[in-house]
C-alpha cells in the first residue's frame, strides 16, 4: 500500500526559525556535534527588518510569500555587504571559546552615524556531520526499535541515492542529481566508528502550500528499498523555544521549493538575524561577533519502508518483526542536521568581547 508520510519533527532545526515535523519521525535523538561544516555564501548588515507577513496565520503561509520577499530591501534595510566569498567553516572543529575561522573583511564600508540592527545571510542547503560516540561507544539512539540504539553517521555516498537502481538516461540515483528531493537513511552499526556525512535541506513547503509529496526517501546503506515519492517535508514556523536554551534562531528563513525563486540559487538558504542589540557607527574601528553553539547539533530520527516509525496512527517501533523478518523494511537511521544556534554582536574593536561560555565557539 502507498503511504504519504509528512515530515514534521516538532523542534528548531538549524538556527532556523522553522521547524521539520513528521508522523514519520515519532523517534528521534539528537546528540553533540563532533563535526559541523557550514558554507557561508554572502553576509549582509541591515539597519532594519520588516515582516510583511506578520500578520499571516502560520497555517496560511506559502513558500512564496517568503521566497519571493527575503531577498528584497523589506527583510533588510539599506543591505550593505561586508562578506561575499563562498567559505566552508568547520563549527565543531576547535574547543568552546575558541574562534573557529574568519569571514567578511568590508565593517569600513558601514555608514557613520547608522544603527545596525540585523544581518541576512546566504548558506549552502549542503551541511557536513559527524556524531559523537557516548561513554559506552555507541552512537545516537532514535528511541525506537533496537535498530536505531546505536546511529553513527557514515560517508555519503551514491549508493545510499540509489545508484545500483540506475536506468540511463531515464534514471540516474546519485547524490548529485537527487541530493535536494531524497532522503538518505543507513543500517546502524553496534560499535562503528562516526564518519563525515553530508547532508542537505530538502525540498519542502509551508503549511499553506499544497500537501503533494515533496521527496523520495532511501532506506539502507544501499538504498535497498525506496519510498516511491510519497514523504512531504514541511517547513513550520517554531514560535518560542522558552527555557530550553535555543532560542537563538532566525526571524525567517527562505524555504527550499523544487520552484525556482528569482534572486534565491537553487543551492542556497537565506536567513534574516537580529543583533543582540543594534550598533550605532562612530569612528571607532569595528568588529562583529558570530558566535555558535553546537549542542544537540545532529538530529537521527527512525524511519522505515513499512508503517511503524511513527506512522500517521501514532505508530510503533520498526523492529524486524513487525516489517515481517525482511530487514530491508525495518527501521533505518535517517540524519539531519540538529540544533545549531546562533548570537551576533558587532562591537567596537577596543570593547572586550564577552567570555564565551558552555559550548559556543
Not at 530591501?73 to 563549527?91: A, L, S
Not at 540585523?118 to 556524531?131: G, P, S, V, Y
Not at 562612530?282 to 511503524?308: C, H, K, M, Q, W
Amino acid at each position: 500500500m502507498t503511504k504519504k508520510i509528512n515530515l514534521l519533527i516538532l523542534t528548531l532545526v538549524i538556527f532556523f526559525t522553522y521547524t521539520q515535523t513528521t508522523y514519520s519521525a515519532t523517534y528521534n535523538g539528537y546528540g553533540n556535534a563532533d563535526t559541523l561544516k557550514i558554507t557561508i555564501k554572502k553576509m549582509e548588515v541591515c539597519t532594519g527588518f520588516e515582516d510583511p507577513n506578520a500578520d499571516v496565520d502560520p497555517n496560511d503561509l506559502t513558500a512564496e510569500m517568503i521566497n519571493s520577499k527575503i531577498n528584497t530591501d523589506t527583510f533588510c534595510n539599506n543591505p550593505i555587504v561586508i562578506g561575499d566569498e563562498e567559505k566552508e567553516i568547520d563549527i565543531g572543529s576547535v574547543e568552546p571559546g575558541e574562534v573557529a575561522d574568519t569571514y567578511g573583511t568590508n565593517l569600513n564600508k558601514l555608514k557613520m552615524g547608522k544603527r545596525y540592527s540585523h544581518m541576512r545571510l546566504t548558506i549552502d542547503r549542503k551541511f557536513t556531520i559527524k556524531n559523537y560516540l557516548d561513554e559506552n561507544g555507541k552512537g545516537i539512539a532514535t528511541g525506537g526499535a533496537d535498530l536505531t540504539d546505536s546511529c553513527n553517521t557514515k560517508t555519503t555516498t551514491d549508493l545510499m541515492y540509489g545508484s545500483k537502481w540506475d536506468n540511463p538516461p531515464t534514471t540516474v540515483w546519485t547524490e548529485a542529481t537527487t541530493k535536494y528531493f531524497t532522503r538518505t537513511s543507513v543500517d546502524e552499526t553496534e560499535s562503528g566508528t562516526p564518519q563525515e556525512m553530508d547532508v542537505y535541506y530538502v525540498n519542502g513547503r509551508m503549511r499553506g502550500d499544497s500537501s503533494a509529496a515533496t521527496m523520495d526517501h532511501c532506506f539502507g546503506d544501499e538504498c535497498d528499498r525506496g519510498s516511491g515519492w510519497n514523504w512531504t517535508w514541511t517547513y513550520t514556523l517554531s514560535g518560542s523555544l522558552g527555557g530550553s536554551g535555543k532560542e537563538n534562531a532566525a526571524l525567517v528563513m527562505s524555504v527550499p521549493t523544487e520552484a525556482a525563486t528569482p534572486g534565491i540559487g537553487a543551492d542556497d538558504i537565506i536567513l534574516i538575524y537580529a543583533f543582540e542589540k543594534p550598533y550605532r557607527v562612530t569612528r571607532r574601528p569595528r568588529t562583529l561577533d558570530i558566535r555558535f553553539g553546537t549542542t544537540d547539533g545532529i538530529l537521527v530520527y527512525e524511519a522505515s519502508y513499512e508503517e511503524g516509525s511513527g506512522h500517521a496512527d501514532g505508530g510503533t517501533p520498526s523492529t524486524l518483526a513487525n516489517a515481517g523478518g525482511d530487514i530491508t523494511k525495518a527501521g533505518k537511521c535517517a540524519f539531519a542536521v540538529g540544533f545549531v544556534n546562533v548570537k551576533i554582536r558587532m562591537r567596537s574593536a577596543n570593547v572586550k568581547a564577552e567570555p564565551l561560555n558552555d559550548d559556543w565557539r
